[in-house]
């Protein structure tokens, strides 16, 4: 059984950053896609960032891109997302989710695999 835990998040000030770190257990993770999610109260589960099995490829949502990065090591077997230049509007509980497709998709339907999230709180 794929475990997903995600760790790293916490309490930052806006313009802060924070790295959050999903450890995969029970399989490989150079065999999925790997993306991270992030859902507010009252919002759906949206879309932050992805790569590719390789780590070849990575997507990220406008709202995110050039704060955000995505990575991951599959030696390690890891993903992590490094957050900078925070704003208020990046609070959320931040999702690590697994896909078995070599080409990560954007709707969080397609994922097969899912952490229980962390959360992360950008004080203004």
Do not use: H
């Not at 065999?31 to 992030?38: G, I, P």
């Not at 780590?55 to 406008?62: E, M, V, W």
């Amino acid at each position: 059984q794929v475990q997903l835990v995600e760790s790293g998040g916490g309490l930052v000030q806006s313009g802060g950053s924070l790295r959050l770190s999903c450890v995969v257990s029970g399989g490989t993770v150079s065999r999925y896609a790997m993306a991270w999610f992030r859902q507010a109260p009252g919002q759906e589960r949206e879309f932050v960032a992805a790569t590719s099995r390789s780590g070849g490829s990575t997507f990220y949502a406008d709202s995110v891109k050039a704060r955000f990065t995505i990575s991951r090591d599959n030696t390690k077997n890891t993903v992590a997302l490094q957050m900078n230049s925070l704003k208020p509007g990046d609070t959320a509980v931040y999702y690590c989710a697994a896909d078995r497709t070599a080409i990560p998709g954007l709707a969080y339907e397609t994922y097969d695999y899912w952490g229980r999230g962390t959360q992360v709180t950008v004080s203004s």
